[in-house]
């Protein structure tokens, strides 16, 4: 089996940081080094003793570069490419005018293949190495998404959206076409290679009733996938959930209603949760996924990161890019927005703890922090390399920058797609493409 060392400046979690000067929370050493064999770290380390434990091992020297776990996206869509950067509307209005229409042209495979294979590029390009994706409605948009995902041996999750109702012709399944659909491709991708899939009820307004029966019918089928839904993005959002759902409390009642709340259950955006709804997800275990450049696009609120942390009864969060409600692909230009969105709430988000929230804290998210979102050794070999002077303003900058966090910040402040140098996945270095 082939050895390669890759050696640079090494960071990696062990803990989320409870404040700004939290060096318990990482690792970090000056001249690292990974020993990669088989597609997994098999060490990790100062560069010394990594080598000398290698023997006879190629070495890629990426000083003075930073190497980190692969960046991971908790939430997205990757049918929308072709509508990233649409104008002037909110939430509803933008699916029914931008979002829907683009979403019908995957009925075709040849199209679906296509924009798969280029969305998985784009986020190696832009150093993400795991998304939480949405595909169509189509059964063959998911199967090109885990086609695209597998030629590349990525670590991705997924699943087509379950709609059978408020949405256009060509773009509505049934409850029993849905449940049909989504069994055959959880039997024919979850856990193959390293795919996983996401039973995927688009959100409350595009179920009828009995197809979030048959959501929860897959959801206890097929307890080892995820789920992906969304929730309280928006007001006029939740006015219609009320109104299509009266019996239910408030919206994540609608969810709980369904047994859909777990550990395993994704819920997009959150930002307009009162008290009894951020205790059934924290009761429940599921995940709120912050989507700061799409709730900014979408004028839908502020995801309020802190009160959710920080409360009683804490609720688990995760970051994500949502393209293409979202504005950008790169985690760094989100976790920059997110560090506006939570100023703009009177708190703030220390760099290393940005760090922690692209890479272990969305792998435990996940619950796959045994497998991506480190660099202990056994972690799939997943691994982002960034350069702090990849543009003349970084480089200029970097003259006055003194300590790790300063650097750390200055990456996420100004950096994006050019400042990744390099990207291993599953071992493999890809960014130059494959
Ligand atoms: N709610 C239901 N579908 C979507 C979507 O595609 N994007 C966003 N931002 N919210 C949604
Ligand atoms: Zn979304």
């Not at 650097?407 to 291993?424: I, N, P, S, T």
Request: charged share 25%; glycine share 8%; net charge negative.
């Amino acid at each position: 089996m082939s050895k390669t060392i890759l050696r640079g400046r090494t960071l990696t979690f062990v803990e989320k940081p409870t404040g700004a000067d939290d060096t318990s929370s990482y690792r970090y050493e000056e001249d690292g080094a990974l020993l990669i064999e088989g597609g997994r770290i098999a060490t990790s380390g100062d560069f010394a003793s990594v080598s000398a434990e290698a023997g006879d091992a190629e070495i890629i020297d990426h000083r003075p570069h930073l190497i980190l776990p692969g960046l991971i996206d908790a939430h997205a869509h990757f049918p929308q490419m072709q509508i990233i950067a649409s104008y002037g509307a909110e939430l509803l209005e933008w699916l029914n005018s931008y979002t829907f229409p683009e979403e019908r042209k995957f009925a075709d495979p040849d199209h679906a293949t296509r924009i798969a294979g280029r969305y998985m590029d784009e986020l190696i390009r832009h150093g993400t190495t795991t998304a939480v994706t949405y595909c169509s409605v189509h059964p063959q948009s998911a199967d090109a998404y885990f086609e695209a995902a597998a030629a590349r041996d990525m670590l991705m999750i997924g699943g087509k959206c379950l709609m059978d109702r408020n949405a256009p012709d060509g773009l509505r399944d049934t409850p029993q076409s849905g449940y049909d659909d989504t069994k055959a491709l959880i039997e024919k991708w979850h856990r193959k290679g390293r795919a996983h899939y996401a039973i995927t009820p688009r959100f409350a307004i595009t179920s009828t009733p009995q197809q979030m029966e048959i959501s929860q019918v897959l959801v206890a089928e097929f307890p080892g996938c995820f789920m992906q839904t969304h929730l309280a993005e928006n007001h006029a959002e939740i006015e219609l959930t009320k109104q299509l759902f009266p019996d239910c409390a408030d919206y994540t009642d609608v969810y709980a209603h369904y047994g859909l709340l777990g550990e395993r259950s994704l819920f997009g955006h959150c930002i307009h949760l009162s008290d009894r709804e951020a205790d059934a997800l924290s009761e429940s275990g599921s995940v709120a996924v912050f989507c700061p450049t799409s709730n900014l696009f979408l004028g839908s609120g502020l995801f309020n990161f802190h009160r959710l942390n920080e409360r009683e009864k804490p609720v688990r969060t995760a970051i994500a890019t949502d393209t293409g409600g979202g504005t950008n692909y790169s985690m760094l230009r989100t976790l920059d927005e997110g560090y506006k969105v939570i100023a703009l709430q009177g708190k703030k988000l220390p760099p290393i703890h940005g760090y922690y929230e692209m890479t272990l804290g969305n792998a435990r998210a996940l619950s796959l922090e045994d497998r991506i979102g480190t660099l202990d050794a056994g972690s799939d070999a997943d691994i982002t390399v960034l350069n702090s002077r990849a543009t003349p303003i970084m480089d200029l900058r970097m003259e006055t920058i003194e300590t790790l966090a300063e650097e750390l910040f200055l990456l996420q402040v100004l950096g994006d797609d050019r400042a990744v140098a390099e990207v291993y996945v599953a071992g493999v270095a890809v960014k130059g493409g494959v």
